[in-house]
């Protein structure tokens, strides 16, 4: 069983199909692409996975559930995190309480014990402290911790948000246009990043990028989304020469 399956999923709005019909599944473990040119519905389909939007028509399981209907939250403590396009820190706080949010918002203390700030309270307290701590290490951000994360470098940032998105423990990682504004010595330790992560956390990724370069080299497989449908899908070698592809990227070339 695929950990994650779309069946003819379609998403519209107003008169707009931005998603249309699209089948993809994941197998547990993969690093998947998911290429297209600009408006293609790439990010709605991340928007769709994570509760944002509803499917109009279509199924969508995660371990053979259906997660239509669930609201974001839910599907996060189902296993399913994500990171954005436009970076989305609380950039007032530090860098540690950053990640600390994540844990506080998928552990659960009990409501007695934190009104009366039990032992039990202080206890989760402090494990979700060296818990975040010891994150921050994994991502070179220890010395980082009482920064404000709006003062971190733009690399910084984006290895911040990931950080807080695996605070949370998903199993399924969705990350929307990593390397963006990234430089090449940036992009390649973001891609030596990714594989790290995913060997050490045990993820599934789907990843949206537009820096091919990026998605050629860690993607084991890539699907190629344009006007909302999935136009072709295959290793790298073979997107690289798939004719469908070639002319949807030279139509946002010349257009
Ligand atoms: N909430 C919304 N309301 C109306 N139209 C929307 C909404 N969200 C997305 N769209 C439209 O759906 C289409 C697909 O948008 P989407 O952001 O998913 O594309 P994308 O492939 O992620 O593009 P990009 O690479 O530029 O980020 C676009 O035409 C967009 O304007």
């Not at 669930?70 to 309480?97: C, E, K």
């Not at 984006?158 to 695996?166: K, V």
């Not at 330790?189 to 790290?196: G, H, K």
Request: glycine letters at 8%; a negative charge; one cysteine or more.
């Amino acid at each position: 069983m695929p950990l994650l399956e779309l069946d003819k999923v379609t998403c519209e709005f107003g008169g707009l199909r931005a998603v249309s019909e699209v089948s993809l599944h994941l197998e547990t473990g993969e690093l998947v692409g998911l290429i297209g040119p600009n408006g293609a519905g790439k990010t709605t389909v991340f928007n769709l996975l994570t509760g944002v939007y509803a499917p109009s028509e279509g199924r969508i399981l995660f371990d053979g559930a259906s997660l239509v209907g669930w609201a974001p939250w839910r599907i996060n403590r189902a296993g399913i995190a994500r990171t954005f396009q436009n970076i989305r820190l609380f950039s007032d706080m530090t860098v540690l309480d950053n990640v600390k949010i994540a844990y506080h918002n998928h552990v659960r203390h009990g409501v007695m014990s934190s009104i009366l700030r039990l032992p039990t309270y202080f206890r989760g307290e402090q494990e979700i402290e060296e818990k975040a701590l010891a994150f921050l290490s994994l991502f070179h951000l220890e010395e980082k911790k009482d920064e404000l994360a709006r003062n971190l470098p733009y690399g910084e940032q984006r290895r911040l948000e990931i950080a807080r998105a695996l605070a949370t423990e998903p199993r399924l990682l969705l990350l929307d246009e990593p390397a963006a504004g990234m430089n090449p010595q940036e992009t390649r330790e973001l891609m030596d990043l990714i594989a790290f992560i995913r060997e050490r956390f045990s993820l599934t990724i789907l990843l949206i990028e537009h820096d091919m370069s990026l998605v050629m080299g860690i993607c084991e497989r890539i699907y190629v989304l344009d006007h909302g449908m999935v136009i072709a899908q295959g290793s790298p070698k073979e997107i690289r020469s798939n004719p469908k592809v070639i002319e949807a990227y030279l139509g946002e070339v010349t257009s």
